[in-house]
């Protein structure tokens, strides 16, 4: 098939590259679990990854800044008695991250500005509630203190962390293990793909199933599903023959997938991440040595590949930067992390641009780290759109503010009084920003004078 004219996109010359050696994270000792997870979260302050332990599970967390060798005796976050399966920090606070271990619990815990000092093990809040081990971790994007998980007991539960406790149940709706869990942008929407050969859209309210899809890949082996803008659905699966291929669906018209694409015969497990800014979608594969990203569009045949970054080393798994946390001056993209057997890479994913100014085309208002409605709220029925940021100045970052509050004496009781506290912590925390606003002002100014003495 001779393809007449090239398609016009600003995301046709996307490249991907490895930063330097010094600024990689080294000796570390990833996870050797076999499990289909990141492995990895990141945001603008933190790595953290799933390590090696002996008796129980645990992971590290590394300010982003502590790049280099890390030392064999650097504290990590160990209070599981199993093996850590999935983390993910949370969109609403940068010091908050959830963990899932084979031991049937969800820990939350919360890191101290400036990393760890000590080794971890009290959790702020444990959840119980699985009988088999959590795989899956998903914070909810819009609603404060909202989190996903499933387990290989074939439960979705909805956790209200401030009061520790399951909010909604899912236990009835899959009959095997569940291969990926996620929202959709404003978290009104679940959707989920099965052992059993299905895909689901569900009410995560009332856990019931709104669409499904039988058998969106013909192969026997793990699917995972993601939304994509206007409600769409991105999948990646295998056909029978063990190929690996990414469609896109409808789930207005189930039927027919909107496209299916073959890719390659390789064996593991393409995790999508998507990038609603953008409408890029990058497939990275557990023990591959690429990312293959698309563009995702309107018209046929609605994903376009774009690209391929390759390296030597093939990736054990893989950590996403939010938009807030990427360099705008630097036309950057997106920023991957990813896991090799004793270090973590980043990986930047770059626009070739001549100009230095801001670029508005690739950087729409994207969602920033306020929660638009309370976890009350949200289970009580209200949605909330999120709320987004501009990128033109740099993202400063103020989510000390929406301060994650949770006391052993509000567990299962009412959490109103959390508001008061809030009022006064964001008039202290407003005048620690005008604070370090001025000490970077007068560090600037110091500089610029050693430079002038040192000329004249």
């Known amino acids: 098939m001779s393809r007449k004219v090239v398609r016009t996109s600003k995301f046709r010359h996307v490249f991907g590259q490895a930063v330097k050696a010094d600024q990689c994270y080294d000796d570390i000792r990833i996870s050797q679990m076999t499990w289909d997870s990141n492995f990895c979260s990141v945001n603008p302050k ?6 090696d332990a002996s008796g129980g599970g645990a992971f590290m967390v590394l300010p982003l800044t502590k790049t280099g060798r890390i030392d064999m005796s650097y504290p990590t976050v160990c209070g599981h008695t199993g093996p ?7 969109p609403h606070n940068d010091n908050i991250i959830a963990s899932g271990s084979e031991d049937c619990s969800v820990m939350i815990w ?3 500005d400036g990393g760890l000092t000590t080794s971890l093990t009290e959790p702020v809040v444990k959840l119980d509630g699985h009988s088999k081990r959590v795989g899956i971790l998903s914070w909810h994007p819009t609603a404060h203190n909202v989190l996903m998980s499933a387990g290989c007991d074939n439960v979705v539960i909805l956790w209200n962390v401030a009061r520790g406790e399951a909010a909604v149940r899912i236990d009835s709706v899959h009959t095997d293990l569940i291969y990926s869990a996620c929202w959709n942008r404003d978290g009104s929407r679940i959707l989920t793909a099965c052992k059993d050969k299905t895909m689901r859209v569900l009410d995560p309210r009332k856990g019931t199933v709104l669409f499904e899809r039988e058998k969106p890949h013909e192969g026997s082996r793990p699917i995972r599903a993601v939304f994509v803008n206007d409600g769409k659905i991105l999948t990646t699966g295998f056909s029978r023959m063990s190929e690996r291929q990414v469609a896109l669906w409808d789930p207005k018209n189930f039927g027919e997938p909107l496209t299916l694409q073959e890719l390659d015969t390789s064996s593991g497990v393409l995790l999508p991440f998507f990038d609603p800014d953008t409408g890029v979608v990058y497939l990275c594969g557990k023990g591959d040595s ?16 774009l690209s391929m970054y390759s390296s030597k080393e093939s990736q054990k798994g893989m950590g996403y930067m939010p938009k807030r946390g990427l360099e705008v001056n630097k036309c950057e993209i997106a920023r991957f992390y990813k896991l090799h057997e004793r270090k973590c890479e980043p990986v930047v994913m770059t626009v070739p641009r001549k100009s230095d100014l801001f670029q508005e085309d690739l950087y729409p208002d994207t969602i920033g780290p306020e929660p638009s409605v309370e976890a009350d709220e949200w289970f009580e029925g209200k949605d909330g759109q999120p709320i987004l940021i501009s990128l033109k100045d740099g993202f400063v970052a103020t989510t000390k503010a929406k ?6 004496s509000l567990m299962k009781t009412t959490t109103t009084s959390a508001g008061n506290q809030q009022d006064s912590s964001g008039e202290v925390q407003s005048l620690k920003k005008e604070v370090n606003d001025l000490k970077a002002a007068i560090e600037v100014l110091t500089k610029r004078v050693s430079e002038l003495e040192s000329k004249h």
């Not at 301060?403 to 052993?408: A, M, S, T």
């Open 403 to 408: 301060e994650f509050k949770v006391h052993k």
């Open 46 to 51: 933190f790595v953290a990854m799933i390590v």
């Open 84 to 90: 850590v399966l999935d983390i993910e920090f949370c």
């Open 110 to 112: 919360e890191i101290p």
């Open 290 to 305: 690429s990312i293959r990203y698309f563009e995702v569009t309107e018209e046929a045949p609605y994903v376009h590949y």
